[in-house]
């Protein structure tokens, strides 16, 4: 037992199990160039059901993980173990003062912080949850995963470009909603995420679906604007005319008799049949070329049916993740980093480049 | 105007390099005061240089090649005026000039566009995080040459000499350690507020860890009297090497998602 503690206790076995470490890495580094079929999805999942799923299923492009894994666990015992060993040696007892150094104890609190980063690591491999490609239209709402009580709104999207296509802003006016209440309203940005016990919503990008087959019929110095949505099959104008989508052809094409038939199963120029009604009697039908608005009116009752164009709804696309060892990284780094610019600072000489004694 | 200063900049590195190079037994006075005010004024070229590019891109000079070689050789040559005010010391002159040099020289010969930053890029995090991880990378390039100078001068070298050597690529390492951890940090957390991951699995986040796991086992060494001197700076001057590879290295020969 002796032995095992002090094998562990070396200092050379950290050097020796960092410098693997660094060839072991070196190769993943590698690795995650070279093999991006099979190492190119580890983000996208909580690291562990990655590992223990694809992992093992690729193990020619991910042993050098299972390795650095190992050789993890080899150096957190290592570092455990000294952290141990150099606390028992400041406070054993008949020891002087002088063994109780601010720099022993920085070094020390360094090792503690690379625990606990480590340990919010292990916390974040195992927990939480990350969902990607979340659709979110204005105006609707989706639930927040894992949450029966939350959901999310996007009330507005506001999204700019330079001149040169650059983008400028892309900004999501968002609302977390319980209970039909809203808990939380901001502006999610990139860089600026929505951030709420524990769950993170980030923007990734936008754009906008077709929602609704747009028609504008006019005549006797009025007009009206007639929306048609994809998932209704017809409409009833103010006017009093029925408007009915018939038919959808993926390639218009007419042949020789001037009847309509797709040329191929492309959607190369998709077309539409719309059918007017009035009351229940049939007035006139036409076939609208989705690709060339304003093209091909119908005429019917001294009015004119024209087809400007698809109406379209804009959408967020949004990232919800939650991963509970976010927060214990950032102590673990903290503690980590506070003490390493102790070490340097607490003798004057110390954050010194050069001992300036031996200069003289 | 940029290139003008840059090619200024290049040539006093470039001229006051040889005058330190030609009084290399410092028996020479005026030549090594020459070379001196060269190297200021080729500093003040390359802070011009930096300081115009801030002008004409509206943010920190740390994205794209030309940019970050701009930046390290900036960081390697401010060190330099550090040990040759504060301690002065110009031995290690000898290896770190000819390295903002050859950055300089790279920069030169890269694309120089001016491209507008990306949304994600736009933040401080990003700009903290890129500039502490350069000052990292050429503190490990100081200890680098001060390591390759202990192994030059072991044999007729005096104690207090490669005590001194020794002391600069300990502290070095020190130094560049604490930046590179803290440019981790800053990396971790401009990653989880911009796309929610404080890591990601590509090539040049893993070589960051392993540039890290690397100097902690040199820092280490320390404890080990056996390990110390000799191997301390072998160890201080592939760690140069690891640091090009991951700066440089990635970026040209690997594919990665990180930029610079």
């Known amino acids: 037992m002796k032995s095992i503690w002090k094998f562990f206790t070396s200092a050379r076995l950290a050097v020796v199990l960092s410098l693997l470490i660094t060839i072991d890495v070196l190769t993943g580094t590698i690795l995650l160039s070279s093999s991006p079929k099979a190492l190119g999805t580890i983000d996208l999942e909580i690291f562990f059901y990655w590992l223990f799923g694809t992992g093992l299923n690729n193990l020619t492009a991910s042993w050098w993980i299972f390795l650095l894994l190992a050789l993890l666990v080899l150096f957190v015992v290592n570092t455990i173990v000294c952290t141990v060993d150099s606390i028992v040696f ?271 | 105007m940029t290139e003008i200063f840059l090619w200024l900049s290049i040539a006093f590195y470039g001229a006051g390099f040889i005058c330190h190079v030609l009084d290399q037994n410092g028996s020479r006075h005026t030549l090594q005061r020459v070379s001196t005010y060269m190297l200021i004024l080729a500093l003040i070229f390359h802070t011009i240089v930096l300081a115009l590019r801030v002008m004409e891109t509206g943010h920190a000079p740390i994205a794209g090649r030309f940019e970050t070689l701009l930046f390290f050789s900036w960081s390697i040559a401010v060190l330099n005026t550090i040990l040759l005010f504060r301690y002065r010391l110009r031995t290690t002159d000898t290896l770190t000039i000819p390295v903002i040099f050859l950055a300089l020289l790279l920069a030169a010969f890269s694309d120089s566009g001016v491209y507008r930053l990306p949304l994600a890029l736009k933040t401080w995090w990003f700009e903290i995080h890129v500039v502490t991880s350069f000052f990292a990378y050429a503190l490990f390039t100081l200890a680098a040459a001060a390591g390759a100078f202990y192994l030059l001068k072991e044999k007729t070298g005096t104690g207090t000499e490669l005590g001194i050597y020794q002391n600069i690529t300990y502290r070095s390492i020190l130094w560049g350690f604490t930046f590179f951890s803290s440019s981790m940090l800053l990396g971790a957390i401009w990653g989880y507020l911009a796309w929610g991951s404080y890591w990601l699995w590509e090539s040049k986040s893993a070589a960051s860890l392993l540039l890290w796991f690397y100097y902690v086992g040199v820092l280490h060494t320390r404890m080990l009297k056996r390990w110390r001197g000799k191997t301390v700076s072998v160890m201080a001057i592939v760690g140069f090497a690891l640091v090009m590879f991951t700066y440089l290295g990635v970026s040209i020969f690997l594919k990665s998602t990180h930029g610079m």
């Open chain 1, 90 to 360: 400041m406070f054993r007892p008949r020891r002087d003062a002088a063994r109780i150094k601010p720099r022993r104890i920085l070094s020390q609190a360094i090792h503690l912080g690379f625990i606990i980063g480590l340990l919010g690591h292990l916390v974040s491999s195992a927990s939480g949850f990350r969902t990607m490609d979340n659709r979110l239209f204005e105006g609707s709402s989706i639930p927040i995963p894992q949450s029966s009580e939350l959901s999310l709104r996007l009330n507005k999207l506001d999204v700019a470009f330079t001149k040169n296509g650059d983008m400028l802003r892309m900004d999501a006016y968002l609302s977390l909603i319980r209970d039909k209440r809203v808990v939380k309203d901001k502006v999610v940005r990139l860089n600026e995420p929505l951030l709420y016990q524990g769950n993170a919503v980030y923007i990734t990008h936008h754009g906008e679906a077709p929602e609704s087959m747009k028609f504008e019929l006019s005549g006797n110095g009025t007009q009206e604007i007639i929306k048609i949505k994809l998932h209704e099959r017809s409409v009833t104008t103010n006017w009093g005319y029925t408007l009915k989508l018939e038919n959808l052809i993926p390639d218009f094409a007419r042949d020789s008799k001037g009847k309509a038939y797709s040329a191929s199963k492309q959607f190369r120029n998709p077309a539409l049949e719309v059918k007017v009604y009035k009351g229940e009697k049939f007035l006139v039908s036409g076939w609208f070329l989705l690709k060339y608005p304003n093209k091909t009116p119908l005429a019917f009752d001294g009015l004119k049916l024209v087809f400007p164009g698809l109406a379209y709804r804009p959408y967020a696309v949004l990232t919800i993740n939650k991963d509970p060892g976010t927060v214990i990284i950032l102590s673990g780094a903290l503690i980590f980093i506070i003490s390493l610019i102790g070490l340097l600072f607490i003798k004057g000489e110390e954050m010194e480049l050069v001992k300036r004694q031996t200069l003289k």
